[in-house]
Protein backbone atom coordinates (compact mmCIF):
# COMPACT_ATOMS: atom_id res chain seq x y z
CA UNK A 1 0.00 0.00 0.00
CA UNK A 2 1.47 3.67 -1.11
CA UNK A 3 0.91 6.32 1.40
CA UNK A 4 0.33 9.65 0.60
CA UNK A 5 3.88 12.13 1.09
CA UNK A 6 3.68 15.49 2.63
CA UNK A 7 2.06 18.13 1.57
CA UNK A 8 3.95 21.17 -0.01
CA UNK A 9 3.00 23.08 2.96
CA UNK A 10 4.29 20.65 5.75
CA UNK A 11 7.30 20.61 3.84
CA UNK A 12 7.70 24.60 3.90
CA UNK A 13 7.35 24.19 7.52
CA UNK A 14 9.74 21.60 8.23
CA UNK A 15 7.40 19.37 9.14
CA UNK A 16 9.12 16.45 7.44
CA UNK A 17 7.95 12.97 8.49
CA UNK A 18 10.75 10.63 9.31
CA UNK A 19 8.18 7.57 9.27
CA UNK A 20 4.55 6.52 8.69
CA UNK A 21 2.40 5.33 11.96
CA UNK A 22 -0.80 4.07 12.46
CA UNK A 23 -3.51 7.10 12.62
CA UNK A 24 -7.11 5.34 13.78
CA UNK A 25 -10.49 7.45 12.00
CA UNK A 26 -13.68 7.59 12.66
CA UNK A 27 -15.04 4.66 11.04
CA UNK A 28 -12.96 2.20 14.24
CA UNK A 29 -15.82 -0.39 14.94
CA UNK A 30 -15.41 0.93 18.49
CA UNK A 31 -17.02 4.30 17.75
CA UNK A 32 -20.44 2.54 16.63
CA UNK A 33 -20.31 0.33 19.80
CA UNK A 34 -19.50 -3.04 18.06
CA UNK A 35 -16.20 -4.57 19.96
CA UNK A 36 -13.37 -5.29 17.70
CA UNK A 37 -10.00 -5.72 18.46
CA UNK A 38 -8.28 -7.27 15.41
CA UNK A 39 -5.59 -4.30 14.81
CA UNK A 40 -4.53 -4.86 18.11
CA UNK A 41 -4.54 -8.66 18.02
CA UNK A 42 -2.34 -8.41 14.54
CA UNK A 43 -0.01 -5.58 15.59
CA UNK A 44 3.75 -6.86 15.91
CA UNK A 45 4.91 -4.17 18.39
CA UNK A 46 1.60 -4.11 20.76
CA UNK A 47 1.59 0.04 20.03
CA UNK A 48 -2.10 -0.35 19.85
CA UNK A 49 -3.65 -0.06 22.67
CA UNK A 50 -7.49 -0.29 24.28
CA UNK A 51 -8.74 2.20 26.62
CA UNK A 52 -11.83 0.70 28.54
CA UNK A 53 -15.06 3.08 28.23
CA UNK A 54 -17.84 3.18 30.54
CA UNK A 55 -20.94 1.63 28.30
CA UNK A 56 -19.16 1.54 25.12
CA UNK A 57 -16.68 -0.97 23.88
CA UNK A 58 -12.61 0.14 24.69
CA UNK A 59 -11.26 3.02 22.21
CA UNK A 60 -8.26 2.11 19.93
CA UNK A 61 -5.33 4.03 20.92
CA UNK A 62 -1.77 4.12 19.46
CA UNK A 63 1.35 4.72 20.73
CA UNK A 64 3.26 6.55 18.45
CA UNK A 65 6.27 6.00 19.84
CA UNK A 66 6.09 2.49 19.75
CA UNK A 67 4.35 2.23 16.20
CA UNK A 68 6.56 1.34 13.35
CA UNK A 69 4.35 1.84 10.30
CA UNK A 70 4.01 -1.85 9.43
CA UNK A 71 0.83 -1.48 8.01
CA UNK A 72 -0.64 -4.73 9.37
CA UNK A 73 -3.61 -2.89 11.08
CA UNK A 74 -4.26 -1.79 8.06
CA UNK A 75 -5.27 -4.76 6.11
CA UNK A 76 -7.09 -6.10 9.88
CA UNK A 77 -9.08 -3.24 9.97
CA UNK A 78 -12.39 -4.91 9.17
CA UNK A 79 -14.03 -1.20 8.70
CA UNK A 80 -11.27 0.05 6.98
CA UNK A 81 -10.73 2.57 9.86
CA UNK A 82 -6.96 2.91 9.99
CA UNK A 83 -4.79 4.86 7.31
CA UNK A 84 -0.92 5.33 8.05
CA UNK A 85 0.01 9.35 8.32
CA UNK A 86 1.93 11.57 10.20
CA UNK A 87 2.38 11.49 13.46
CA UNK A 88 0.85 13.78 15.68
CA UNK A 89 3.97 14.65 17.81
CA UNK A 90 7.42 15.49 16.89
CA UNK A 91 8.59 13.42 19.67
CA UNK A 92 7.24 9.88 18.01
CA UNK A 93 10.23 9.70 15.39
Known sequence: METQGPSRRALF???LL???VAIIGDGCFA???IVCRSCG???PESAIRFRPRIGLPPQAIVNEAACTGCGECVGACPGEAIT???ARRADAS
Open 13 to 15: RGQ
Open 18 to 20: SRP
Open 31 to 33: EAG
Open 41 to 43: DCC
Open 84 to 86: LGA
